[in-house]
């Protein structure tokens, strides 16, 4: 791997950096995290929901939200190596927020009709639209391909029966998975929809009905839909029928390395060595054993733990600038990513004895501006979101280390 930021890579660093130290209300450090950038962290607080949609305005107008899509859609283009350059420092300085677009604008670009591109990739890039993600269903994780949400053909319409589940479903649209063959091969009966969750006056359509999901701290963090004779005009299908699954495999050459999580955990451990050391004494010894040995050592070894993680992240966005797919690196990451942040924040949060159970408010600046302790709680289910830890360790086992199945 030879991994290189050139000056002007160097100076959108710096500018992304100074950007959201300027632009992004530190404040809100419970829609950040150190797992990954996770907006949208309880649903029930519309202050915030505003907030950061007019934060991402300011990312678009300064041009940077879609400047990774082609120059045929509006964008510049960057190479791979610019946006990790990018991502990296936004995720490092706070930012909730970076590239625009998610899954649903790469597939659209490649597999859309061109009604389709030219309705919603203009406001998909200027951030009036987003769109939630329906794959996941409570039977269909891992084994997302037996996926069982039914689409019936009557008419020009598809009639959508089923129940998705672990999205945010209070977008006005949904890019969905739905089985539109039930008799054919699983990954083949499969069909890629966008469909309007809510009307014009933004009540859900019928048939729709949301139920939140609280997370083990308490928050609506995640819902569940469940569609009951949803009638979809079929005009709004990605790619063909019955070839959802490859539609929805489509990678673009986007950026995809993770790179947000070492940069969130380095700030991290940055960010709790300088409370140590400006307040713990203060604030009482529960809050200050960096005095000891054992614990200095603790924290070296994280730190380079993330500094590894970093240069896998490194290393997999370089394959994909050199064409290449990575398949055992991207699980890799995942996997060290998942366990390392886990690792660091278990540690802080037990260093910081009562002081770590302090909430949010109080006028001790503790890490994280006093969200430890909930990420703390919340970061084991990143090892089942976006695929668990023994679907991991296959792909290496198989890929990686030519094991057999
Ligand atoms: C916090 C959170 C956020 C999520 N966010 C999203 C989201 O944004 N979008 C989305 O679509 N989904 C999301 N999901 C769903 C997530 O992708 C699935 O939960 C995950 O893929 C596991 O699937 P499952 O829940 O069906 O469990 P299962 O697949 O039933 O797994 C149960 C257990 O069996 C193991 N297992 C399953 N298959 C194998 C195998 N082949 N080999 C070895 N072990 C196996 C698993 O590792 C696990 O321990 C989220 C889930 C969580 C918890």
Redesign the pocket.
């Known amino acids: 791997m030879d991994f290189q930021f050139t000056p002007s890579d160097q100076a959108l660093r710096d500018e992304a950096e100074a950007f959201v130290r300027r632009e992004w209300e530190p404040g809100h450090w419970d829609v950040v995290g150190s797992m990954a950038p996770l907006p949208n962290w309880h649903h029930a607080d519309e202050e915030l929901d505003e907030h950061l949609k007019a934060y991402r305005k300011k990312i678009v107008a300064r041009g940077w939200y879609t400047m990774h899509w082609p120059e045929e859609h509006g964008g510049k283009a960057i190479g791979i190596t610019t946006q990790l350059a990018y991502r990296e420092a936004m995720a490092y300085a706070g930012s909730p927020s970076d590239l625009g677009g998610g899954l649903v604008a790469p597939v659209l670009m490649v597999e859309g009709a061109e009604w389709m591109r030219k309705e919603f990739l203009p406001k998909i890039a200027n951030a009036d639209i987003e769109f939630s993600?329906g794959?996941?269903e409570p039977?269909?994780?891992?084994?997302l391909a037996g996926l069982k949400t039914r689409a019936e053909r009557d008419g020009d319409d598809y009639i959508i029966n089923g129940q998705k589940i672990?999205?945010t479903y209070r977008n006005d649209w949904i890019h969905i998975l739905v089985r539109t063959d039930p008799d054919a091969p699983k990954h083949r009966g499969i069909t890629y929809l966008l469909m309007p969750l809510k009307d014009e006056s933004g009540d859900y359509i019928p048939g729709v009905t949301v139920r939140g999901i609280n997370s083990a701290v308490g928050r609506h963090r995640?819902d569940e839909l469940f569609m009951e004779n949803v009638r979809v005009p079929s005009r709004y299908i990605i790619g063909e029928e019955n070839r959802g699954w490859y539609a929805a495999m489509t990678t673009l050459s986007f950026e995809r390395s993770g790179i947000q999580r070492p940069a969130r955990l380095t700030k991290l451990l940055e960010d709790y060595i300088e409370f140590n050391r400006t307040n713990a004494r203060r604030h009482g010894p529960s809050a200050g054993p960096l005095g000891s040995m054992t614990f200095k050592n603790r924290l070296a070894e994280l730190r380079i733990q993330v500094e590894t993680l970093r240069m896998l992240a490194y290393r997999v966005a370089w394959m994909q600038s050199q064409g290449m797919v990575p398949q055992r690196e991207s699980s890799m990451t995942k996997f060290l990513g998942d366990e390392t942040a886990k690792a660091v924040y278990h540690t802080l949060y037990s260093a910081l004895g009562e002081y770590g159970n302090l909430l949010p408010g109080n006028d001790i600046p503790l890490p994280e501006g006093g969200y430890l302790n909930a990420q703390a709680f919340m970061v084991g289910?990143m090892s089942?979101?976006?695929?668990?830890?023994?679907?991991q360790k296959?792909i290496i086992a198989q890929r990686g280390l030519g094991l057999p199945r």
């Open positions: 993600q794959f996941s039977d269909a994780g891992s084994d672990w999205g995640w289910t089942v979101a976006g695929g668990t830890t023994e679907i296959g």
